[in-house]
Nanobody, 123 residues
């Protein structure tokens, strides 16, 4: 059974940091890319960052590029999203998702999804 389990969300003040984790199981981790998406109330789900497990290539949205860092521990089948200098506009439910081989900008390219973790940034 494929599972993606996010953790690490919470409430933080603006300027603070959080580290999200995505633990994957049930598929060959090295064959997939893992992406982070977020969805705020009333807004479309948007891609945040992605890492290709095969070679560690990473991609990030311009809005987070200088503040968020994606990394992976392939031995533990886990991907992390280190979020620094958080802003109230970063408030959203954050999801991790798995796509075969490569990162995709659109959510439709991903095969498996986690249940999400809430991140709330207070001003």
């Amino acid at each position: 059974e494929v599972q993606l389990v996010e953790s690490g969300g919470g409430l933080v003040q603006a300027g603070g940091s959080l580290r999200l984790s995505c633990a994957a199981s049930g598929f060959t981790f090295d064959d997939y890319a893992i992406g982070w998406f977020r969805q705020a109330p009333g807004k479309e789900r948007e891609g945040v960052s992605c890492i290709r497990s095969s070679d560690g290539s990473t991609y990030s949205a311009d809005s987070v590029k200088d503040r968020f860092t994606i990394s992976s521990d392939n031995a533990k089948n886990t991907v992390f999203l280190q979020m620094n200098s958080l802003k109230p506009e970063d408030t959203a439910v954050y999801y991790c998702a798995a796509a075969q081989r490569d990162c995709y900008y659109a959510a439709v390219g991903y095969d498996y999804w986690g249940q999400g973790t809430q991140v709330t940034v207070s001003s």
